[in-house]
């Protein structure tokens, strides 16, 4: 076993395979699915969105992000319109983020919901838990936490502030579900 890292973020790193990595994203999109069905049930209008590629980005990230840090959700122009009608139906208070980790990679599913309209918006990625400690330290120093939705050409579609972020984020040892009200 190989340790990487020198903080709390640390892990005690095993050889995986690129079917564990493969299986993981698997799941998590089923897990999109499902919690997406669980909203519709209780009579929720929802978005649900599978990520072509997220990010956990720190203010050294610079002028790529436009100065912004937090978790970038890229996700392909055909959901463009459906997130845009979506975010502007609501303001979004409340979160609720379900993740799993494999050999470095954290896989997420973040609920995003705005109970007044009951309209949920549910993003699924993986981001490289590697990038964590950059994004945590910005977001402890001004006390809040991004989730940045946007487009492969960078437009920005919509931002959500946590001002409670741990459950977005691995600790030392987390692997599960949280949730912010």
């Known amino acids: 076993m190989t340790q990487i890292g020198d903080d709390e973020f640390t ?22 699915s499902a919690l997406e069905h669980q909203r519709q049930e209780n009579g929720w209008d929802t978005v649900a969105i599978p990520a072509l590629q997220t990010a956990a980005v720190s203010r050294d990230a610079g002028k790529k992000h436009d100065d912004r840090y937090g ?10 319109d459906s997130f845009t009608n979506a975010f502007e ?3 979004f208070p409340r979160y609720e983020a379900y993740r799993n ?14 109970p007044k309209s009951e309209t949920a918006i549910l993003l699924a990625g ?3 838990r ?19 939705v946007r487009t492969l ?11 409670e972020y741990a459950p977005l984020v ?12």
């Open 89 to 91: 139906r609501g303001e």
């Open 153 to 163: 050409d960078k437009t920005v579609l919509g931002s959500f502030k946590h001002d």
């Open 71 to 80: 978790l970038f959700f890229v996700i392909a122009d055909n959901h463009a």
């Open 11 to 32: 892990q005690q790193r095993e050889p995986v395979s690129g079917a564990a990595i493969k299986n993981a994203w698997v799941q998590t999109t089923e897990d999109l």
């Open 130 to 148: 590697r990038h964590v400690p950059g994004m945590v330290a910005a977001a402890t120093e001004e006390g809040e936490l991004y989730t940045h």
């Open 101 to 114: 980790e494999v050999d470095g990679a954290v896989f997420l599913v973040v609920e995003l919901l705005d």
């Open 126 to 128: 993986q981001y490289e």
């Open 170 to 181: 691995p600790g030392p040892g987390s692997v599960g579900v949280d949730s912010n009200t």
